[in-house]
């Protein structure tokens, strides 16, 4: 078991499957005062240094929204162009003078290990919001939440369950992390579609192979009709050398209500881990899903909140203390009935 006080979260490989479940429980904690049922100040004068040196809109806005929702403060910091970076200061000095200012810090970085190095530096907890093509630890966390919770409302598990990946399998952090993570269940099938020049990394699937799971790779979108769980994903053009070569690959995978309803069975799960890119050459995931119940990208983007609300309270040591400080909410919200 993961021993959260103090902690920093860069890697899913620091959990094993009771250190998720502990997460996870605390996340359904949260759920009242992510819902504004209730509130609580359970971290009061607490600061979060939020830095994000790569474009984000989830998960920068989620961790800030998630320190808030616990009653802490939030100082950002977006770009390199704004920090002392852009002069030459390192990442150990940067993390040695911002955890001085900080209790806590959350950090994005479009280098692969930016974030582990950065943390050697830190004199507290960091929390690696994505490096480079690497991890993405909290959205494979949120993104497992949302499967459990998902595939529960149909009376199937992890275990044993159909997962389709499509798109940029090979610089997307989010279904590297996810896979790993899905090494700690059993049974697990992959059909992993995407250009073959985008595969997934070979490490990944040697982890799958390790945990037992079967995969598929290929580049059609045919034959997955006994998928779960559809996790469609972005072409990454900024891990491209040039956006010419990124543009070859983008719209090569196309999900509507018409493919959809074609490829997958009736309540095929759909997921993304977002932005999804709706420009007319990709449109990879089509407006026309809005109103699909099985749409889940709004629910998981929302379960973001939760899952990095549970990690804060693990790693500041309150999670047990969150119901002592808390009070009603006396504004209307009806965010519970979204
Ligand atoms: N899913 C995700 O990482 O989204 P952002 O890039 O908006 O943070």
Redesign the pocket.
Known sequence: MLQFEGANILSVDQFDADSIQRVFTIADQMIPYAHRKKRTRVLDGAILGNL?F?????????FGTAFNLLGGEVRETTGMESSAIAKGESLYDTARVLSSYSDIIAM?HPKAGSVAEFAEGSRVPVIN??DGTNE?PT?ALLDLYTIQKELHHHQRTIDGMHICMIGDLKYGR?VHSLSKLLCLYKGVQFTLISPQELAMPAEVLSALEDAGHRFTVTDQLAGVMDADIVYQTRIQQERFASLEEAAQYRGRFRLNSEIYTRHYKPNTVIMH???RDSREEANELDNDLNQNPNLAIFRQ?DN?VLIRMALFALTLGVADKVSQYDTDVVWFSDKANY
């Not at 790569?54 to 989620?62: A, I, Y």
């Open positions: 994000f790569e474009p984000s809109t989830r998960t920068r806005v989620s994005r919001g994505g993405h959205q989010t881990p977002l932005p983007a973001g």
